[in-house]
């Protein structure tokens, strides 16, 4: 067996020069629904025959790893890892590879976009100077407020230097808090109850745990007019209580790029009309494709013990 899937939905649509060296390492490629996420159906019909994946943000399922008999990696083009069934992979003797770092700028650069427009209200004046309406609203200055950063990792601490270079307080709240990152006196580490209190401005790059973090208690204690920006995944916010807390204007603005399904339903949060909403398309920029591809294709050489040369 000598093929790869390619499930994700960047490399199946507009496939990627970097794929080329797995041909070159004498691998067939076998392509997924273009611009899609593969279904399980999907991946049942094909990744039985191939011993490496590359995959996006799709979910793998368990049955989807035990009809997979010769599959050796699954290797992300990203970091995250909550769609695959790890422990099982583990079991079944099936290596699971993510590419650190590979998005982180363009991640961060959304989330100073989305807090930009989500401060001035950008997307409501466009669309409404449109449709021949001159309405203006008022907005904010970001120098001087604070930023409250969930999730210190790599993408959390560029978005920290790019707050503090708009003249910006930034306060950070990691599980495994790296305090030898210490950019500026306008940063400070704090417990998550003093980033709720005390943010001007909340930006998410947590991973999922058991429950949302921003939910009804985290909501009740923001101040009033907070803006949420989400870059890091969907079920990291209540979004029953988001919407609550939007329609009685405790948030001003939320402005997410992540779903719980993707695509998503329009529902009441996405068709809210101080919700900025954007299709996951903080990776999505040649950069951070380039990066993330090469590196997950290094991944997939090296587990199976091929020249990974570029």
Same mark, same amino acid.
Request: charged share 25%; glycine share 8%.
């Given at each position: 067996?000598?093929?790869?899937?390619?499930?994700?939905?960047?490399?199946?649509?507009?496939?990627?020069?970097?794929?080329?060296?797995?041909?070159?390492?004498?691998?067939?490629?076998?392509?997924?629904?273009?611009?899609?996420?593969?279904?399980?159906?999907?991946?049942?019909?094909?990744?039985?025959?191939?011993?490496?994946?590359?995959? +996006?943000?799709?979910? !793998?399922?368990?049955? #989807?790893? =035990?009809? &997979?008999?010769? *599959?050796?990696?699954?290797?992300?083009?990203?970091?995250?890892?909550?769609?695959?069934?790890?422990?099982?992979?583990?079991?079944?003797?099936?290596?699971?590879?993510?590419?650190?770092?590979?998005?982180?700028?363009?991640?961060?650069?959304?989330?100073?976009?989305?807090?930009?427009?989500?401060?001035?209200?950008?997307?409501?004046?466009?669309?409404?100077?449109?449709?021949?309406?001159?309405?203006?609203?008022?907005?904010?200055?970001?120098?001087?407020?604070?930023?409250?950063?969930? +999730?210190?990792?790599? !993408?959390?601490?560029? #978005?920290? =230097?790019? &707050?503090?270079? *708009?003249?910006?307080?930034?306060?950070?709240?990691?599980?495994?808090?790296?305090?030898?990152?210490?950019?500026?006196?306008?940063?400070?580490?704090?417990?998550?109850?003093?980033?709720?209190?005390?943010?001007?401005?909340?930006?998410?790059?947590?991973?999922?745990?058991?429950?949302?973090?921003?939910?009804?208690?985290?909501?009740?204690?923001?101040?009033?007019?907070?803006?949420?920006?989400?870059?890091?995944?969907?079920?990291?916010?209540?979004?029953?209580?988001?919407?609550?807390?939007?329609?009685?204007?405790?948030?001003?603005?939320?402005?997410?790029?992540?779903?719980?399904?993707?695509?998503?339903?329009?529902?009441?949060?996405?068709?809210?009309?101080?919700?900025?909403?954007?299709?996951?398309?903080?990776?999505?920029?040649?950069?951070?494709?380039?990066?993330?591809?090469?590196?997950?294709?290094?991944?997939?050489?090296?587990?199976?013990?091929?020249?990974?040369?570029?």
């Amino acid at each position: 067996m000598s093929k790869v899937y390619i499930g994700s939905r960047t490399l199946t649509l507009n496939g990627h020069p970097a794929l080329q060296r797995l041909k070159n390492a004498g691998l067939e490629l076998i392509f997924g629904p273009p611009g899609k996420q593969p279904t399980e159906e999907d991946q049942l019909k094909t990744l039985p025959e191939c011993i490496a994946y590359l995959a +996006g943000t799709e979910k !793998i399922s368990e049955k #989807v790893l =035990k009809t &997979a008999k010769y *599959l050796k990696v699954i290797s992300r083009n990203g970091v995250g890892t909550e769609n695959i069934d790890v422990k099982i992979a583990k079991a079944l003797g099936i290596t699971v590879t993510i590419t650190p770092g590979s998005n982180a700028q363009g991640v961060a650069e959304l989330t100073i976009s989305l807090m930009l427009a989500a401060v001035r209200s950008i997307p409501n004046q466009n669309r409404d100077l449109k449709k021949g309406q001159w309405n203006r609203f008022k907005g904010i200055e970001i120098e001087g407020k604070t930023l409250g950063i969930i +999730g210190c990792g790599n !993408i959390g601490k560029r #978005v920290t =230097k790019m &707050a503090l270079g *708009l003249g910006m307080k930034v306060l950070g709240f990691d599980l495994c808090a790296d305090q030898s990152f210490n950019p500026s006196n306008d940063f400070k580490y704090v417990n998550l109850s003093d980033i709720f209190k005390f943010s001007d401005i909340i930006s998410l790059h947590a991973p999922p745990g058991d429950k949302p973090i921003i939910d009804k208690k985290a909501l009740s204690m923001m101040k009033s007019g907070v803006c949420i920006i989400n870059t890091a995944r969907g079920e990291v916010v209540d979004e029953l209580e988001l919407v609550k807390a939007l329609n009685l204007n405790r948030v001003q603005y939320y402005a997410t790029d992540v779903y719980r399904n993707e695509p998503p339903e329009v529902d009441d949060l996405i068709s809210h009309p101080r919700t900025i909403c954007t299709p996951h398309i903080g990776a999505y920029t040649e950069e951070s494709i380039n990066r993330a591809v090469e590196a997950a294709i290094d991944n997939i050489l090296m587990e199976l013990g091929l020249d990974a040369k570029h």
